[in-house]
């Protein structure tokens, strides 16, 4: 199967690389059918791209990677949504804000893409947790040193 991405032209993906978002992503509701592509120049980066369109396409991170005390707390019903029993049936990502200063970036700590990659079924629910937040810098700021 042929599709045309954001940020690649157009790959052939198979059918089994579908990942089926019942509820889509917010803002995005319409839009059911995802692949995760993989960043062949950063491969700390990731890609959900819709396999019905060329938009939308969100960036992808895998918050243990930069936040190694990530605890998500998933809301009543998510488990029975993604079709698994325990939270180590599931992958967690978060989606990313890229801007020109890379310094810059944010992250949504709060409403992660949640895939249970064995039963090709994902959806971005918000978590429990209070603390965290839809704009996390990745960076800390590094003060105006006035």
């Known amino acids: ?12 993906i198979s059918e089994e690389d579908i990942i089926s978002f019942p509820n889509g992503v917010y803002g995005f509701e319409d839009t059911k ?4 592509l993989k960043n062949p120049e950063n491969i700390w980066m990731m890609y959900l791209q819709s396999a019905e369109n060329e ?13 190694e005390d990530y ?6 019903g998510a488990f029975e949504l993604l079709g ?3 939270k180590k049936d599931l992958n967690f990502f978060v ?36 603390e965290y937040t839809v704009r996390t810098r990745v960076f800390p700021d590094e003060g105006t040193g006035a």
Do not use: C, H, W
């Open 71 to 76: 605890n998500p707390l998933l809301p009543e």
């Open 95 to 130: 989606v990313t804000v890229v801007p020109e200063n890379i310094k810059d970036m944010t992250v949504n700590l709060k409403s992660p893409v949640v895939i249970n990659f064995d039963k090709k079924i994902g959806a971005q629910v918000i978590l429990e947790n209070k």
């Open 33 to 36: 059918k995802f692949v995760i």
């Open 55 to 67: 938009d939308p396409r969100f960036i992808l991170l895998d918050p243990f990677m930069i936040f």
């Open 84 to 86: 698994a029993s325990d």
């Open 1 to 12: 199967m042929l599709i045309k991405t954001k940020d690649f032209e157009y790959i052939e």
